[in-house]
């Protein structure tokens, strides 16, 4: 390879979400512990171990007691960073693709394009259960060694969640960011978040593997005490007064019990009261145009059988419709029913104040022990601080950003859970339940419209027709990043604000 060809400067991969193999070790020990994600030998207890609760006073996911592991990220002795991010179970990696992360994407950066591990290429795993933000002194101080041996600005290509580490950089440390980078290439970026994904792993878990993943896997109950607990979590739900395009994403909620008080218990859930009896009210929801919950309907269709069902008498249903409540009868029902089905409808940045209802009374065991795990108010505050910080972010006028994003797959955008003909029994069911979406074009998990909203003067846009996650393994997403990477010349226009203005794509 020529020295034209040779790559100009480091190169830094930041993973997403899950992409990082996180290891415990008992508090204090020595050594790399043992594996928690991923391990396919054991998966759903290893799991367990990385459940905590969120420390307002500490700003991170702490163990749930006071003896627990804590969680680290291994390096297996390779300096580069790399060993975390690559191959995620390094004990099954033939035949899995799915334990494959940049793993084929080193191969080719090393054996194509004449970059070495440790000299000019670079990994930054991290704990994704934390706060985005958290990880910037971690992610400061690998770009200052790169610096250090290198003596040139690096290129960053981060995937998915890692967009949101490299953002906090930049609110915190915009004079070094510019001064350690020269490009950044996002992949695959929730910068407006990813509605269905992010509301659905929150309120049931997320189901890794299919339906057999519960039993070879990790459980999605399992992974769900972990979200409910990580800031990382709430900031992949979309930012609050998202310019969408579309209607705004919604979540719709059918269920056979009426949430306690009609609509008022329905905008009790809205405006997210304080998750324990006693302590001072807080407002989890943040301020939205459609801070009330709409209550569409409840559908009560007569039965002999069941006499109960009948519908509401006149001063309960003038009740009712004071509180917006509709009751349909049976010459406006579809088919006939034996049951009640009561519809509620919120906007997502009011899935807090649904989380305190869902979570009401919720506990893992640990040890034999029931430790509580409700719904905690300051990890929502977290989350909504670090989209408001995100919101001003701005891109230094020397460095460069470009923006890969997947088209083309059917992406979950707004949520429902149960129907009129099947609802959910009741709130705390919740988490049993399945969801049913309404899709938009995306990559399977980041909407195209969430992608492409980074708010910065972007030097170029490009869409590719491609899966969220086997993005990063395609050969013509390598062949553009590459492009970006070996281009030269000054970086088009200034620096922008960071609120969701959209630039031209190809």
């Known amino acids: 390879m020529s020295a034209a060809e040779e790559p100009a400067r480091p190169l830094l991969l930041i993973p997403g979400v899950c992409g990082t193999i996180l290891n415990t070790r008992a508090a204090g020990a020595k050594g790399e512990g043992e594996r928690a994600w991923v391990s396919l030998s054991g998966a759903d207890l290893r799991y367990q171990k990385l459940w905590g609760t969120y420390d307002r006073s500490s700003g991170r996911v702490e163990g749930l007691s006071s003896d627990s592991e804590e969680v680290l990220v291994p390096t297996n002795g390779d300096a580069s960073g790399l060993y975390p991010i690559s191959i995620l179970d390094p004990d099954v990696q033939y035949g899995l693709p799915v334990v494959h992360y940049f793993d084929t994407f080193v191969e080719y950066l090393t054996s194509k394009q004449g970059y070495t591990c440790g000299t000019d290429l670079f990994g ?12 910037v002194p971690a992610l ?30 930049l609110i915190d440390h915009a004079a070094e960011f510019e001064k350690l980078v020269e490009t950044w290439i996002a992949v695959a970026a929730p910068f407006g978040g990813a509605p269905g994904f992010g509301s659905d792993a929150l309120l049931t878990g997320v189901q890794f593997a299919g339906s057999l993943g519960a039993y070879f896997f990790v459980d999605r109950g399992t992974f769900r005490q972990a979200c409910v607990q990580s800031p990382a979590v709430y900031e992949l739900l979309p930012p609050p007064h998202f310019p969408y395009a579309a209607p705004a994403p919604e979540l719709t909620l059918w269920l056979t019990t009426p949430l306690p008080g009609g609509g008022e218990g329905a905008a009790a859930l809205a405006s997210g009261a304080a998750a324990q009896p006693g302590t001072p009210a807080r407002q989890c929801a943040s301020e939205h145009p459609r801070a009330r919950p709409r209550l569409v309907r409840r559908v009560a269709v007569p039965s002999a059988t069941h006499p109960s069902m009948h519908r509401p008498g006149p001063e309960a249903a003038a009740a009712e419709a004071a509180a917006g409540v509709r009751t349909l009868g049976p010459e406006e029902a579809p088919l006939a029913s034996w ?3 009561h519809e509620y409808k919120f906007a997502l940045d009011q899935l807090g104040g649904v989380l305190q209802g869902v979570l009401e009374g919720n506990s893992v065991s640990i040890g034999g022990q029931a430790v509580a795990m409700p719904f905690n108010p300051d990890v929502w505050q977290r989350a909504v ?6 919101s001003a972010c701005t891109f230094p006028r020397t460095s460069r950003f470009y923006n890969l994003y997947g088209k083309g797959y059917p992406t979950p955008y707004s949520l429902q859970y149960g129907s009129w003909w099947f609802p959910v029994s009741e709130l705390k069911a ?11 074009d995306g ?6 419209e969430s992608a492409m909203a980074d708010g910065f003067d972007a030097v170029e846009r490009v869409g590719l027709v491609g899966a969220h996650r086997p993005l990063i393994s395609m050969q013509s997403a390598w062949d553009q990043i590459m492009t970006w990477i070996r281009a030269g010349g000054e970086p088009a226009g200034g620096a922008v604000g960071g609120g969701f203005q959209m630039v031209g794509h190809p």
Not at 158 to 165: E, T
Not at 430 to 440: D, E, F
Request: glycine residues 6%; hydrophobic residues 35%.
């Open 124 to 135: 930054f795993g991290y704990d994704f259960r934390q706060s985005n933000s958290a990880h």
């Open 140 to 169: 400061l101080d690998r770009l200052r060694s790169m610096h250090a041996l290198t003596g040139r600005r690096a290129d960053i290509l981060s995937h998915s969640m890692g967009a949101l580490v490299v953002r906090s950089l």
């Open 339 to 341: 049951h009640e089905a």
């Open 385 to 390: 601080d670090s989209h408001s910080a995100w």
């Open 430 to 440: 919740l988490p049993h339940a399945n969801a049913s979406y309404t899709y938009v």
């Open 443 to 448: 990559d399977g998990t980041v909407p195209t």
